[in-house]
T-cell receptor, first 113, second 116 residues
Framework: GDSVTQMEGPVTLSEEAFLTINCTYT??????LFWYVQYPGEGLQLLLK?????DKGSNKGFEATYRKETTSFHLEKGSVQVSDSAVYFC????????????FGKGTHLIIQP | NAGVMQNPRHLVRRRGQEARLRCSPM?????VYWYRQLPEEGLKFMVY????????ESGMPKERFSAEFPKEGPSILRIQQVVRGDSAAYFC??????????????FGPGTRLTVL
């Protein structure tokens, strides 16, 4: 079945550091890929998405590129801020027509001033 | 425009009781999804509903769990005879149309169920 694997947390960085959160997947067909962010006490918010190979999703300084050859969708940001502290979830929707999203376990990011 | 609303935010039940979780989708959304997040796990899809119809319940446990989305009112996730293993965060999401296209799912804040 479909699955998403993302790096274990927590990830602790200093403000203005470069961020990478790795995400790899297995899926049937040609999935769509997503990154969601969850701030404390809130629901998940869509951060960015990509629907086909080599697409780059971007939002709020975050980027991720859909790499079919490596089945990856790593999240990056050039300079993180304290306000980026949150839990980040990588997810996919299978190209096989499934209705629900398949999520990774989430990566807790902590940015220290 | 209010987002997806879930209530209660926290629910405590004793083993054997029933739990009812409510989800009001965003205005104009007629598609609802329920997910469960066990401790230290990612969200797991449970069920997808449209008004008065269950479209996909492939992620629902076969016993004790049921879901509905009536013509009027919120979607309800019902867990009968709860057990400690049901303790989790339950998230609801809604979308304006179905999953045929790349329709974003908007998530609620979740209901945290604790079974004593």
């Amino acid at each position: 079945g479909d699955s998403v694997t993302q790096m274990e947390g927590p990830v602790t960085l200093s403000e203005e550091a470069f961020l990478t959160i790795n995400c790899t997947y297995t899926a049937t067909g040609y999935p769509s890929l997503f990154w969601y962010v969850q701030y404390p006490g809130e629901g998940l918010q869509l951060l960015l998405k990509a629907t086909k190979a080599d697409d780059k999703g971007s939002n709020k300084g975050f980027e991720a590129t859909y790499r079919k050859e490596t089945t990856s969708f790593h999240l990056e940001k050039g300079s993180v801020q304290v306000s980026d502290s949150a839990v980040y979830f990588c997810a996919l929707r299978s190209g096989g027509g499934a209705d629900g999203l398949t999520f990774g376990k989430g990566t807790h990011l902590i940015i220290q001033p | 425009n209010a987002g997806v609303m879930q209530n209660p935010r926290h629910l405590v039940r004793r083993r054997g009781q029933e739990a009812r979780l409510r989800c009001s989708p965003m205005k104009g959304h007629s598609h609802v999804y329920w997910y469960r997040q066990l401790p230290e796990e990612g969200l797991k899809f449970m069920v997808y509903l449209q008004k008065e119809n269950i479209i996909d319940e492939s992620g629902m446990p076969k016993e004790r769990f049921s879901a509905e989305f009536p013509k009027e009112g919120p979607s309800i996730l019902r867990i009968q005879q709860v057990v400690r293993g049901d303790s989790a965060a339950y998230f609801c999401a809604s979308s304006p149309t179905g999953t045929g296209g790349l329709n974003e799912q908007f998530f609620g804040p979740g209901t945290r169920l604790t079974v004593l």
